[in-house]
């Protein structure tokens, strides 16, 4: 089954936050955007981390995507040359 959890865009959500520094209400701000009310409440208190950004799940990004393509790409060469690569030697290399 297909969760609709995080199904707005930031964009949205920067919106419905600039709506309630306005005055508008919870209610009708989450009606407009589609947004639960419950988030509205947590991104405006400050309990978020990054307010007005989605971030689903607890994991997080480490390398950047740059970085992670030239791990690839020189795994993919270390193996064409007949030396693999074990997990815990591409761990080495990422940090």
């Given at each position: 089954?297909?969760?609709?959890?995080?199904?707005?865009?930031?964009e949205?959500?920067?919106?419905?936050?600039?709506?309630?520094?306005?005055?508008?209400?919870?209610?009708?701000?989450?009606?407009?955007?589609?947004?639960?009310?419950?988030?509205?409440?947590?991104?405006?208190?400050?309990?978020?981390?990054?307010?007005?950004?989605?971030?689903?799940?607890?994991?997080?990004?480490?390398?950047?995507?740059?970085?992670?393509?030239?791990?690839?790409?020189?795994?993919?060469?270390?193996?064409?040359?007949?030396?693999?690569?074990?997990?815990?030697?591409?761990?080495?290399?990422?940090?």
């Open positions: 089954k297909k969760s609709t959890r995080g199904n707005y865009s930031s949205n959500l920067k919106k419905a936050l600039e709506d309630l520094r306005e005055g508008q209400s919870y209610h009708s701000v989450s009606k407009k955007y589609t947004i639960p009310r419950r988030t509205l409440q947590r991104h405006m208190k400050g309990t978020i981390r990054q307010p007005g950004c989605i971030m689903l799940g607890r994991f997080r990004l480490i390398l950047s995507d740059e970085m992670e393509t030239e791990i690839v790409h020189h795994a993919i060469d270390m193996q064409q040359r007949f030396y693999g690569l074990t997990p815990m030697d591409i761990r080495k290399l990422a940090f």
